[in-house]
């Protein structure tokens, strides 16, 4: 079992940074490949972005692609989604979740991850 707790989530204007957090206990971390989902109201759940075990190989959607940076610290169990030029149609609840013995590249696919965290919401404003 792998428990994960999103954070950073919050109200922002248009162009405006975030950086999500996302810490993982149980499990040990690194059997584990992170991808990053979000989910706008009245949409289903899409992919952001994901990040293999070693973090040698990172994914993205080409909605966030040059403006989304994901990373991994295996040594302190955490992932994060560095969210830069946030544009309104990023607002979203945003997931991370973890793919045991993900491989390379990292799943797109949500169905493909074993666990999920509960979500923290993004809004930006215009």
């Known amino acids: 079992q792998v428990q994960l707790v999103e954070s950073g989530g919050g109200l922002v204007q248009a162009g405006d940074s975030l950086r999500l957090s996302c810490a993982a206990s149980?499990?040990?971390?690194?059997?584990?490949?992170m991808g990053w989902f979000r989910q706008a109201p009245g949409k289903e759940r899409e992919f952001v972005a994901a990040?293999?075990?070693?973090?040698?190989?990172?994914v993205y959607a080409d909605s966030v692609k040059g403006r989304f940076t994901v990373s991994r610290d295996n040594a302190k169990n955490t992932a994060a989604l560095q969210m830069n030029s946030l544009k309104p149609e990023d607002t979203a609840v945003y997931y991370c979740?973890?793919?045991?013995?993900?491989?390379?590249?990292?799943?797109?696919?949500?169905?493909?991850?074993?666990?999920w965290g509960q979500g923290t919401q993004v809004t930006v404003s215009s």
């Open positions: 979740a973890a793919d045991y013995s993900g491989p390379s590249p990292p799943e797109r696919r949500a169905y493909m991850y074993d666990y």
């Open positions: 149980g499990r040990t971390f690194s059997n584990y490949a």
């Open positions: 990040i293999t075990r070693g973090a040698l190989v990172t």
